[in-house]
């Protein structure tokens, strides 16, 4: 029970006297969009993240997006979560049958 308390407290903001949170890293990605489980999955080359679906975003297209970085949040999938700011869609060529494969 009083660890259950402890790591409460340690999670509980404000209260561990620790240093704040740093601001979220924002970044400006070039990739496609691709099916995931919750969210939808972002692949820039080697990087992959999870985004939350919008009607802006298209499975198949290329965009390019900046956005802030957050490892929390609600998609389930363990892929750092991207919240777009900004989104332009480009030309690059995506593979609409496998969302592992690299885009060219």
């Known amino acids: 029970m009083l660890f259950l308390i402890w790591c409460a407290a340690l999670m509980t903001p404000g209260q561990s006297g620790g240093a704040p949170d740093a601001a979220p ?3 400006t990605v070039k990739g496609c969009v691709y ?11 080697k990087e992959a993240y999870s985004i939350a679906p919008s009607d802006k975003l298209q499975v198949g297209h ?5 956005g802030s970085i957050g490892s929390i949040g609600f998609c389930q999938e363990g ?4 919240a777009p700011e ?19």
């Open 35 to 45: 099916p995931g489980v919750e969210c939808l999955s972002f692949k820039s080359g």
């Open 25 to 27: 890293k924002s970044i």
């Open 62 to 66: 290329a965009y390019r997006i900046t």
């Open 79 to 82: 892929k750092p979560i991207l």
């Open 86 to 104: 900004k989104i332009v869609e480009i030309k690059l060529r995506c593979d609409r049958d496998a969302k592992d494969s690299e885009t060219k």
